[in-house]
T-cell receptor, first 111, second 115 residues
Framework: SQKIEQNSEALNIQEGKTATLTCNYTNYSPAYLQWYRQDPGRGPVFLLLIRENEKEKRKERLKVTFDTTLKQSLFHITASQPADSATYLCALDGSNYQLIWGAGTKLIIKP | DGGITQSPKYLFRKEGQNVTLSCEQNLNHDAMYWYRQDPGQGLRLIYYSQIVNDFQKGDIAEGYSVSREKKESFPLTVTSAQKNPTAFYLC??????????????FGSGTQLSVL
């Protein structure tokens, strides 16, 4: 069955450093992948979408890569700030136009 | 401001009781969705709707029901048949079902707990 994995352990990063989050998938060939940010008790907020024919996408301090050979997407936040602390979710297109979601990785940026 | 409004923020259900979660959007989106979020798990799709008066079951529809009488509204009823309803419920919308160039807009969620 299709499976998406994100690191379940919280990621602790020092302010100013680059945070890198991983999204791995198996038994699957998605046409695109999305990343969302979710704060406690709130709904997810869309950040970036990357398609299978795109190697990299950037938006301000955010960068996403998509390696269809490794079946992996990396999400980078450069010059991280405490305000970047949140849970980050990845989602891939599944059958019948539905998204398949990872469980998310909690990112903690320490001042 | 355009967006999706979910209410209530917190809801408690007694055994054998049906409860209804509200979801309203003023984004003029055609597609609407209900997801369930449990700790340590990815979002799971309960129901979705492409147009008014039409909706489809998602992966975990058992014990839930929906209606789509208006484009702006997509209420979710958690019935007594749902034996494990405690979860964070999220409503979302998009311009259409084809998400190749789409993103989902989410409400702020409803936390449902069992008394």
């Amino acid at each position: 069955s299709q499976k998406i994995e994100q690191n379940s352990e919280a990621l602790n990063i020092q302010e100013g450093k680059t945070a890198t989050l991983t999204c791995n998938y198996t038994n699957y060939s998605p046409a695109y992948l999305q990343w969302y940010r979710q704060d406690p008790g709130r709904g997810p907020v869309f950040l970036l979408l990357i398609r299978e024919n795109e190697k990299e996408k950037r938006k301000e301090r955010l960068k996403v890569t998509f390696d269809t050979t490794l079946k992996q997407s990396l999400f980078h936040i450069t010059a991280s700030q405490p305000a970047d602390s949140a849970t980050y979710l990845c989602a891939l297109d599944g059958s019948n136009y539905q998204l398949i979601w990872g469980a998310g990785t909690k990112l903690i940026i320490k001042p | 401001d355009g967006g999706i409004t979910q209410s209530p923020k917190y809801l408690f259900r007694k055994e054998g009781q049906n409860v209804t979660l509200s979801c309203e959007q003023n984004l003029n989106h055609d597609a609407m969705y209900w997801y369930r979020q449990d700790p340590g798990q990815g979002l799971r799709l309960i129901y979705y709707s492409q147009i008014v008066n039409d909706f489809q079951k998602g992966d975990i529809a058992e014990g839930y029901s929906v209606s789509r009488e208006k484009k702006e509204s997509f209420p979710l009823t958690v019935t007594s048949a749902q034996k494990n309803p405690t979860a964070f419920y999220l409503c979302a919308s998009s311009y259409g079902l084809d998400r190749a160039n789409e993103k989902l807009f989410f409400g702020s969620g409803t936390q449902l707990s069992v008394l």
